[in-house]
């Protein structure tokens, strides 16, 4: 039977999918799984599937050995593997794209929302025994409603958060790295000039050497004053010193994190000691269903890839000939 390494428990849809067929070998604790135990886990196996925590490389495909034909990654982003290693080497490597788009948005916006009325603040305004009577300037936020909202990275998932917006009466502007065939009603801009307009910024951009510190210092300095910024990407898009200057002396009025650079964050970090910044741990897909879903989708990916069929998902198209394109 072909053997699957699995570096960390998935929802069991996906695991019982894959022994129906497969010699699978899970991960069993819930930390990400060591180094020198994911390159002794992967030897002589056929396939790999992975999270976003570790690292696939030359050095892990060495240590799987030429039999490796597929690796499945259980996100949409994959810049936790090296493709052009991978696409060098003839190996397939498979996300989870579409079925998690609509969960994200949601909480993006539960972020979005959060940030704005300071709901984390007032649940720990009452547990904390502070709450002693109404007060007319307790806690006060900002509206969302007819706001202007900026969308940097206008995918799936940026597309989605524009459309929940039309119920608020919102202003959206998006930039995109590319032109946009059918933005909607959104409004394509400048980078700049959205960070001047927006009170409010959502990043839904992948993690690139392009991306990678993107909201920095000078980026913070060009945003709107009271404005809020939302971050359900990746973590190191955004600086994280820069933002907490931004944070304590403007021009942000908040921030909702559900990624964070390093990842976990330290329980030192600076940002933790504001009370205008919302830190979550990394749950924009994790509902039931859509976990469930990338689960399915990843077992596809491995099980199409061990029989030498093309991904349901592939991320490096190009494996298959130079023009190879993207499935939809």
């Known amino acids: 039977m072909p053997r699957v390494f699995v570096t960390r428990r998935i929802p069991s849809v996906g695991i019982d999918r894959l022994c129906e067929s497969c010699d699978v070998q899970v991960w069993p604790m819930p930390a990400p799984i060591p180094r020198d135990a994911l390159l002794t886990g992967v030897k002589g196996c056929d396939a790999v599937l992975s999270v976003l925590t570790e690292r696939i490389d030359d050095q892990l495909f060495d240590a799987a050995g030429p039999q490796l034909r597929v690796v499945s990654n259980f996100a949409v982003g994959v810049d936790n593997i090296d493709l052009e290693a991978a696409t060098r080497r003839g190996i397939p490597v498979g996300n989870t ?34 709450w002693h009577t109404w007060d007319p300037n307790l806690l006060l936020g900002v509206d969302v409603y007819g706001a202007t909202l900026g969308i940097v990275g206008f995918g799936r998932i940026g597309q989605a958060v524009a459309r929940r917006a039309q119920g608020f009466g919102m202003r959206v502007l998006l930039t995109n790295r590319s032109p946009v065939a059918d933005p909607g009603d959104a409004e394509p801009v400048g980078f700049d000039d959205l960070l001047a307009q927006s009170d409010f910024v959502s990043i839904h951009v992948p993690l690139t050497p392009h991306t990678r510190g993107l909201f920095d210092t000078a980026a913070f300095a060009r945003m709107k004053e009271g404005s809020v910024l939302v971050n359900t990407a990746r973590g190191p898009i955004v600086d994280p010193r820069a933002l907490y200057g931004a944070l304590v002396n403007g021009p942000l009025a908040a921030a909702a994190l559900d990624v964070t650079d390093p990842e976990p964050i330290p329980l030192d970090d600076p940002l933790l000691t504001l009370p205008n910044c919302v830190v979550i741990p990394h749950l924009g897909s994790a509902s039931i269903a859509t976990r469930d879903k990338m689960a399915t989708i990843a077992a596809e990916n491995v099980l199409a890839g061990i029989r030498g069929a093309r991904l349901p998902f592939c991320a490096n198209p190009g494996v298959y000939g130079p023009l190879a394109q993207p499935l939809p």
């Open 97 to 130: 794209p579409g079925v998690l788009t609509e969960t994200t948005a949601d909480l993006a916006w539960a972020l979005m929302m959060a940030a704005a009325r300071r709901v984390v603040e007032g649940d720990r305004f009452v547990r904390e025994g502070q």
